[in-house]
């Protein structure tokens, strides 16, 4: 094995996904230079077989990437649990379909109402620094507008008050202009949001130094963070001032866990998902390869807080169909057939249903899921959307669920939330309260109870953080 010597940095980003990307592009708007380690491939080491055999749709194939995060980040996923870790691992993503809240709302009391007020307004420059789809109000006054066309049988719901509130989400799709009109107009390859799209809109490209490694640990040393990074059989040691974690949710617990040797399990927040499919009685004309959600209904009690999207079939969900369904080949030509009759809906639950946990048991990091049965709860919940649909005479009155297991959300947060005392737990400025080097940017800071879509929230919040660190 190489070793390599130590050098010290200033500040150190760790991970692309949307988080770190928009720390970079906000950060060096004032610096010079920073350094980014950001593994472009892993090979693969021992591949564990429980894992989720079924991909999400945008994710179909990527096997080895999962497995390479679930080994690089020395996790073991036990069976119950379906989680799949990151977005990505290795290389800048490829993969979209995503949705964004256009509203924020606070749901914990450690964070400031300063915080709060700065992130939504760097929720405002994201959307306008990448021209999004969608509108975004602030105190109701609509402040970002850059629209898009839905199905009539929608619209109607939008403008009258409903038992819901229904609204439409922000789409990840840049655009050049203004736009406003149908959704097939949009090229889905260049144009959706995704980190491999985003880094070509960098201006500042030749100011990030890339160290093709991935994190493996930290250590307290002197008065610096000394990271040890690995690619294959090399090793890296970088001594740095300031780190900032941008490696999504589970790995930057498990980092941290292993940082402050926390023995005990650590609670990852999600949003428990049920899909269902719908018939609807008008067609949804809809071309693209993998057409983001166009409409979201969102409960108004406040101890029923769930959110259900609306998706028109598409190319990519009857691939995924025909994977988890075998058998249903043959058919595949009478689905596409009638993918425009076809609504699929994810319907996102609270996270006080959350059931992943993540534990350190001899050396190794065990992610999993208790026997909780709640398939039967969202299942019931859901009900509601149903029958509000029907009532409305969108759908015919039959309808399928299938619940995808613990983790199969892929929405994963809240496990070092903002908070005034613990180990585990941030300062507003996203410091790691057990040591202030350490900057945390991913979901792990929030408690998305009502916020179903966080991303835009995340990546405006390390936007907020970059916009100080960089003064
Ligand atoms: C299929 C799918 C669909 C989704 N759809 C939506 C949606 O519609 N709306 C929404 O709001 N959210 C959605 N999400 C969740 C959303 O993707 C995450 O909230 C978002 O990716 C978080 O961004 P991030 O930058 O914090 O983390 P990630 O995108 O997960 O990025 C983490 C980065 O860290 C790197 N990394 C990981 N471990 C290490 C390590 N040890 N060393 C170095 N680098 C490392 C990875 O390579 C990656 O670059 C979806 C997730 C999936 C999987």
Redesign the pocket.
């Known amino acids: 094995m190489s070793l390599k010597k130590s050098k010290v940095l200033d500040v150190v980003v760790?991970?692309?996904?949307?988080?770190?990307?928009n720390f970079i592009d906000k950060y060096l708007e004032k610096k010079s230079k920073v350094h980014v380690?950001?593994?472009t491939f892993v090979k693969n080491l021992n591949l564990h077989t429980n894992q989720t055999k079924i991909l999400?749709s945008?994710?179909r194939g990527e096997h080895n990437k999962i497995y390479n995060?679930f080994n690089?980040?020395n996790l073991k996923i036990i069976s119950n649990c379906k989680a799949?870790?990151?977005?990505?691992?290795?290389?800048?993503?490829n993969?979209w379909?995503?949705?964004?809240?256009n509203y924020f709302e606070n749901n914990q009391p450690d964070l400031s109402k300063k915080t709060f007020k700065d992130i939504k307004s760097n929720l405002f420059s994201f959307l306008k620094r990448y021209n999004l789809l969608g509108t975004f109000k602030n105190t109701n006054r609509q402040i970002y507008q850059n629209d898009f066309n839905i199905p009539s049988q929608f619209t109607n719901l939008e403008k009258k008050p409903q038992e819901f509130i229904c609204n439409k989400p922000i789409l990840?799709f840049m655009t050049s202009k203004k736009f406003s009109g149908n959704l097939n107009a949009i090229k889905e390859e260049s144009q959706k949001l995704n980190?491999k799209n985003l880094f070509k809109k960098l201006d500042k490209k030749r100011k990030i130094a890339f160290h093709d490694?991935?994190?493996?640990d930290i250590k307290k040393k002197n008065n610096l963070i000394e990271l040890t990074?690995k690619k294959d059989d090399q090793e890296k040691k970088f001594l740095v001032k300031k780190l900032v974690l941008?490696?999504?949710?589970i790995?930057t617990t498990k980092?941290i866990m292993d940082f402050l040797k926390i023995k005990k399990e650590v609670k990852i927040k999600h949003h428990p998902r049920l899909l269902s499919v719908f018939l609807s009685r008008k067609k949804l004309d809809y071309n693209l390869n993998f057409t983001?959600?166009l409409f979201q209904f969102r409960s108004k009690l406040n101890k029923d807080k769930f959110t259900a999207d609306i998706r028109p079939g598409n190319k990519l969900i009857t691939e995924s169909i025909i994977d988890a369904f075998p058998f249903m080949r043959p058919f595949k030509m009478v689905i596409n057939f009638f993918r425009k009759r076809l609504i699929f809906s994810n319907f996102l639950y609270d996270s006080s249903l959350s059931n992943l946990y993540l534990k350190k048991t001899n050396d190794k990091f065990h992610l999993y899921s208790k026997d909780k049965k709640i398939d039967r709860t969202l299942r019931k919940k859901n009900k509601a959307v149903f029958n509000f649909l029907k009532k409305k005479g969108i759908i015919f009155p039959i309808y399928k669920t299938f619940f995808p297991g613990n983790g199969a959300d892929?929405?994963?947060?809240g496990s070092i939330p903002f908070q005034k005392r613990g180990k585990l737990g941030l300062n507003n400025k996203c410091q790691l309260l057990a040591e202030k080097k350490i900057y945390i940017?991913?979901?792990s800071a929030f408690n998305f109870r009502t916020n179903k879509?966080?991303?835009?929230i995340?990546a405006a919040n390390?936007r907020r953080v970059a916009r100080y660190l960089s003064r």
């Open positions: 760790v991970g692309t996904g949307m988080a770190g990307l380690i950001s593994p999400p945008q994710m995060y690089a980040n799949i870790g990151s977005l990505n691992f290795g290389g800048l993503t993969y379909g995503l949705q964004m809240d990840g980190a490694f991935f994190l493996k990074c941008a490696t999504g949710t790995a980092i983001p959600s892929y929405h994963y947060f940017i991913d979901g879509y966080p991303l835009g995340v390390a």
